[in-house]
């Protein structure tokens, strides 16, 4: 039997630190587990953007960015209070589509709900209906996207047709225009009546 003298340094050392190289070991995810965690980070992400979306129309319906963001950007609002104020808001500035924004908030309730399957042992397990709920949150986002954009586009057209019909520039070409006419046209004198002329006699 060898001695502990005649072993070799790189064995020797083994030897000394048996836990030398279990604690450089690292644990490898499986594949599974690499799309689970991916799928999970997709959920929080699409929720993310539904959020920020709802809260962006809600600003640009109440013109009053500097007030509402130091609230809403901190977190305070969850999104159904976002979503009530919304709704508030839609109605009071005359939202054209307002039957279409009410039933993508309606649809829009249930978005908290589907973002906490990630902190379910059922959903969070299973990556289909992970994907399933990305999918719904993304179709829920780019609803709130098209209404806010439709409804930006169409407060350009009016401002530019209002514009078109009575604003101060019209208004001052109409006028111009109308100066302009009176200036070249004449007046008419009125018909000359026959001079009598008398003789000095």
């Known amino acids: 039997m060898r001695s502990r003298s005649h072993l070799s340094a790189p064995a020797e050392r083994l030897e000394r630190f048996p ?5 450089t070991l690292v ?4 594949p599974s587990e690499r799309g689970r965690a991916e799928s999970i980070r997709d959920v929080v992400d699409a929720y993310r953007r539904l959020y920020g979306s709802v809260q962006r129309f809600v600003l640009m319906l109440t013109g009053d960015q500097l007030n509402f963001a130091s609230v809403g950007t901190s977190g305070s609002h969850s999104l159904n209070q976002l979503l009530s104020i919304l709704s508030d808001q839609a109605s009071a500035t005359g939202f054209v589509r307002l039957s279409d ?19 379910s042992d059922a959903f969070s397990t299973d990556i289909a209906a992970l994907r399933r709920v990305v999918t719904e949150l993304e179709r829920l986002d780019a609803a709130f996207v098209g209404l806010c ?7 350009h057209a009016r401002a ?16 111009h225009g109308a100066d302009t006419s009176q ?9 000359a009546q026959a001079a ?5 006699d």
Request: glycine share 8%; net charge positive.
């Open 19 to 23: 836990d030398a190289l279990s604690s």
């Open 27 to 30: 644990a490898v995810k499986s």
């Open 101 to 119: 924004l009410k039933t993508a908030i309606e649809s829009a309730r249930s978005a908290e709900q589907l973002r906490d399957a990630i902190f």
């Open 149 to 155: 954009v439709g409804h930006v586009l169409e407060q």
């Open 160 to 175: 530019a047709a209002a514009g078109v019909r009575g604003g101060p520039a019209t208004r001052a070409i109409a006028r």
């Open 183 to 191: 200036a070249g046209t004449v007046p008419r004198k009125p018909p």
């Open 196 to 200: 009598l002329v008398h003789s000095n």
